[in-house]
């Protein structure tokens, strides 16, 4: 009995050995992994040959960030969101350092659109976890509680190695950049095994180093109004170090009384920012794309140019709460047909 058990446990190991260093899928000389992580389907694509190892790699540092970075289960940002629970000042692993203090910078470019301080504000509204998913909005008494009780990270302090908030309790989101910085580390980690053609895709959105055989790499920007089967907004090639992030309505959201209430707040009002249904950002860092694209989206149509001036993003496209295209010349010269939709 003993040794069926061991046989079948070395037999499980030997499966597992195998499926790790199994080929990848080519399609037409592009390699594929696919896995689910920072809440969404990540896709990694390289042009050419790349050892499984470094693939394996890639994966172990998506899973390793999401960890890092979730306000759920008990990782880095979770156990540091416990402590501003009741003490003003926490510890900053050397794991959140250079996360902390690149979003503050970014909440600070944005005027505080994108601010990773709104986690309480999150959490009311229901757009943390799946489990608290609600379907109207959260009393008026409770959301101007959580209005007047947070901590803006744009005025918080990093020492680097400590946090200190203006008031408790405090709780940080970095839904809105993670997932950009994690990007960034990937690309970074193929490069340095060599890889100089290869895109990522997580969820829409992208960064790319090189390119796809001869040709640029080519990416959608999906409609938020999808119409008569016509799914994709525009398309455009996207270059060597190239980022685009979007940031959309129809991600995550409840309708009550025919009002649309999605996942993008509001840092000042505590709201769903209702100007935007998307939001897309190009940039040469993931990072700030992503953060830029939130910033864009709360920012609307009135005060697009000047945030995305201050956010140092020259490419940008917005699709106002009417459905209207606004976007920059550097965007419209990368999209010729836009000027026509
Ligand atoms: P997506 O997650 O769909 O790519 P975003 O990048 O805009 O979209 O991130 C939205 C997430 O960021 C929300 O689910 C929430 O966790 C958090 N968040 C919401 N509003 C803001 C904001 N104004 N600033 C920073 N983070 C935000
Ligand atoms: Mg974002």
């Not at 229901?126 to 008494?141: L, M, Y």
């Not at 999605?262 to 700030?288: F, K, N, Y």
Request: charged share 20%; glycine share 8%.
């Amino acid at each position: 009995m003993k040794q069926t058990i061991i046989g079948l446990a070395l037999c499980a190991v030997l499966a597992w050995g195998v499926w790790q260093q199994r080929p990848e899928p080519v399609h037409n000389d592009v390699v594929h992994r696919e896995l689910f992580a920072l809440g969404t389907l990540i896709q990694i694509s390289v042009a050419g040959h790349i050892e499984p190892a470094v693939m394996n790699q890639a994966q172990a540092a998506l899973t390793d960030l999401e960890t890092r970075w979730s306000v759920l289960g008990d990782g880095d940002l979770a156990q540091l969101n416990k402590t501003l629970q009741t003490q003003t000042s926490a510890p900053l692993p050397s794991t959140l350092q250079a996360g902390f203090a690149a979003a503050r910078q970014l909440c600070l470019d944005s005027g505080g659109r994108f601010d990773p301080g709104v986690g309480d504000l999150v959490r009311l509204w229901g757009f943390d976890d799946e489990d608290h998913f609600r379907t109207t909005p959260p009393p008026a008494d409770q959301l101007n509680a959580a209005l007047q009780q947070r901590s803006s990270l744009c005025d918080s302090h990093i020492d680097p190695q400590t946090v200190v908030v203006d008031q408790v309790p405090a709780r940080f989101d970095f839904g809105a950049s993670a997932k950009g910085r994690a990007v960034d580390e990937v690309i970074a980690l193929l490069q340095a095994a060599g890889i100089h053609n290869a895109i990522i895709n997580a969820g829409g959105d992208i960064k790319v180093i090189g390119r796809r055989a001869q040709r640029a790499w080519r990416i959608g920007i999906r409609h938020p109004r999808p119409v008569d089967g016509r799914t994709m907004l525009a398309s455009l090639q996207v270059h060597d170090g190239e980022a685009i992030f979007t940031s959309g309505d129809y991600e995550r959201f409840f309708i009550d009384n025919g009002v649309r209430y999605h996942h993008i707040l509001d840092p000042r009002t505590g709201l769903p920012a209702m100007g935007s249904q998307s939001a897309t950002v190009l940039h040469s860092s993931a990072e700030r794309a992503d953060a830029a694209a939130t910033a864009l989206f709360v920012a609307g149509a009135q005060d697009a140019a000047s945030v995305m001036q201050q956010m140092g993003v020259d490419s940008w496209l917005l699709v106002d709460a009417n459905g209207r295209l606004h976007a920059s010349d550097a965007m419209r010269a990368r999209i010729p047909d836009l000027a026509s939709q």
